[in-house]
């Protein structure tokens, strides 16, 4: 017996129902805002990722060599092959480009609860525009797409990386540093951080006063040197559009990094808190990655969501997405009656109705099991007294109420 | 610069429109049906398709190594992977179980028209039941969503392996001489099949019978000799469906043999005529894969649709695929009134609309050029003049005919 592989999932028809649900309320909340869907291969030359990641992510992704001994990899997110075939083919279109994507991606990752080596993301880039209104609309965008999937308590924290840069300069911390200390603020391990920062010979005070910026929520208290003044304002701005016109509850958080060296001004994450140690729903900010993959500069922006860790948020929460059913489940109680059964079929699903034919010409009983099973709203018998007064038996499978119709009415239903 | 992978396909918002529109009119029929969505992975272990097809398969896919060392390989079909889900984890649902799956496949073929190395195919099994109303169902299903995908001319052809295989039976073709039959009649190459026969020793009128049996198209005129008695009358009430209480229109035809060896009994093939040599739109039929794959013994049937050829074949007969448009491009003409502007558009996305605005604070020209571009239906134009009324400027972009409405008329748009 064979097994799908491991970190890989089959979706039974009942999953299928959930994750379609889940991906039209995506789709069509980008609508909403003005977005357009596009899609990518679902591999791309390895150097599309090792150009964006660096050659450290090839020990995390699935590459292989194609028969014509290209370099090959089955994509780990959606963000580099977007930009590819933006600067493929895309470029002359007028701005600001707003583009969506749901796709499959593959992490050879070891696999753990919520952790798939075939996952869904959903999300977007907006290329060609960086105002305040373009950034607070696409973080209002990642926010009501997870509230329109159905879940409740998400957080929303925005930071900055040209203010945290600043600060970096301000404290006179080389680059060498920098990159042992922005995993310690990406983790908010900040006693680890304030050791390393004491080794490094930061003074007490401005430790203090760095490690308190870091944990400020709000804003306006944010101490603005005239190197950040114009950044502070813009980021100002973004929390003035999603406060006061989006009406979003956001808080500043300064120690996001994202971990990403593509990443520049404003960073955000979203978070469900109900799902501990695995809480991140989304993240996303402004990013500079055109010109790399050999493209005319350009302001470009997006975020990315976990399609799979979004409905887990949103079930553990306990919302129920709403389950598959069938309209009419037909059962012809003699095989004489099958023909009819099939017209009758016909005439119900010509009206868009969604509709099921015993085909196994079994008994009635085994039958009504077999339509329990398959959640048919209602099931219409067919037998020979029926058929003499060209009716049907319309019976109601949460109530067991029956009826006789006359098949000339059936197109009226 | 980079490219996508050789004979791979970007699709930008334009062909997606198209892309989503098709695969829901799929989707749609498949659940009228009483069909239920399934997925499986992108890649299985390669064994799953080597099973089915034999190694020779290796050469037209993508396989390779995983980190661990497993053999696997990108899926070029889902009929193997469905019945290894089957097989694992669904053999106890009641039967019968109607899944369907619209999915991306792989092969390294050579790129050519219509023809790439990632592809979507739309297919479906029927697991438990072989009832002649029942492959009925599936044949007009298959028909049914090539027409609402909008296609207006497909032919249906229907075929019987038994049939055949008791026709060689009674000219004593050996199986090795089948072996090279068969390819001939798949590709009606009638002239050389003669030839063939010839050689191997039939008699002249026994091949002119065996080839006027293969051409016939209709079914009554078939001879039916004792041993093939039952199945021709399987066939003749598949056929007695179809036309009679489907209406559809198919034909006979006994040279259709699929090519593969787990076919048996009721073959079919829908084609487009409209695209020359590459008219097969879809193929299916009765299968025996179950058991090869360690499961309990079931009936089981399906079909696959190539979904890019489909839409090619739509479009080639002139089928005009809805274009996506966007309700509402709103334009605020000062940057003061971005935040009213934003207002606006919130009112109207709560609605449901779709909805964009400005965001790069250019020019009334520049702005209503670009609202053209993205195909906005309308334009909202806000002015300091507007907002003393507390109304906006409502322009169609077809007539360009302009109205003032008031803000709290929006509501009720």
Redesign the interface.
């Known amino acids: 017996?064979?097994?799908?592989?491991?970190g890989?999932?089959?979706?039974?028809?009942w999953e299928?129902?959930k994750?379609?649900y889940v991906e039209d309320k995506i789709?069509?909340t980008f609508?909403?805002?003005?977005y357009?869907?596009?899609?990518?291969?679902?591999?791309?030359?390895l150097?599309?990722f090792t150009?964006k990641s660096g050659d450290a992510i090839i020990?995390e992704i699935?590459s292989?060599?194609?028969?014509?001994g290209?370099d090959?990899a089955?994509r780990p997110e959606l963000t580099a092959p977007v930009i590819?075939?933006y600067?493929?083919?895309?470029q002359m279109?007028?701005?600001?480009l707003?583009?969506f994507y749901i796709g499959?991606c593959?992490r050879?990752d070891r696999p753990q609860k919520g952790r798939y080596r075939?996952f869904t993301q959903a999300g977007c880039e907006l290329i060609?525009?960086d105002?305040p209104?373009?950034i607070?609309?696409l973080i209002a965008l990642a926010y009501n797409i997870l509230r329109n999937i159905g879940l409740k308590n998400v957080d929303l924290h925005i930071g900055d990386l040209t203010i945290l840069s600043t600060l970096f300069k301000k404290l006179g911390i080389s680059d060498e540093n920098k990159k042992e200390i922005i995993p310690l603020i990406d983790k908010e391990k900040f006693d680890e951080l304030y050791l390393f920062m004491q080794n490094i010979g930061v003074s007490k005070d401005e430790i203090e006063w760095f490690l308190d910026v870091l944990k400020m929520d709000d804003i306006s208290k944010l101490p603005v040197s005239d190197e950040i003044e114009e950044e502070v304002e813009r980021l100002k701005d973004v929390f003035g559009?999603l406060r006061?016109?989006?009406s979003i509850d956001c808080k500043m958080k300064l120690s996001i990094v994202r971990g990403l060296d593509y990443y520049k001004d404003i960073v955000f994450e979203i978070e469900a808190p109900i799902l501990g140690a695995e809480k991140q729903l989304c993240g996303g900010g402004i990013y500079e990655l055109i010109p790399l993959?050999?493209g005319r500069e350009a302001p470009s922006a997006g975020f990315a969501i976990g399609f799979d860790r979004a409905i887990l948020a949103a079930e553990t929460e306990g919302y129920r997405f709403p389950i598959?059913t069938?309209d009419y489940?037909i059962i012809p109680l003699s095989t004489s009656l099958?023909?009819k059964s099939?017209?009758i079929a016909?005439i119900l699903?010509n009206k868009?109705?969604?509709?099921?034919?015993d085909?196994?010409?079994r008994g009635i009983g085994k039958a009504l099991?077999?339509a329990g099973?398959?959640n048919a709203k209602q099931t219409i018998l067919l037998g020979p007294d029926e058929l003499d007064k060209n009716a049907v038996t319309i019976r109601d499978m949460v109530t067991g109420e029956q009826k006789l119709v006359l098949i000339e009415e059936l197109k009226n239903l």
Chains 1, 2 share one sequence.
Not at 8 to 13: A, V
Request: charge should be positive.
């Open positions: 017996m064979f097994e799908a592989p491991r890989t999932r089959d979706f039974p028809p299928m129902d994750r379609r789709r069509n609508k909403i805002y003005g357009r869907e596009i899609q990518t291969p679902t591999f791309e030359h150097q599309v150009l020990d699935y292989f060599k194609d028969k014509g290209r090959l089955l590819r075939f600067v493929e083919k895309l279109e007028p701005k600001p707003k583009l499959n593959f050879y075939e060609g525009v105002t209104e373009a607070a609309e559009f006061d016109i989006y993959f050999g598959s069938i489940y099958i023909s099939i017209e016909q699903r868009g109705l969604l509709v099921d034919v085909l196994m010409r099991k077999y099973s398959i």
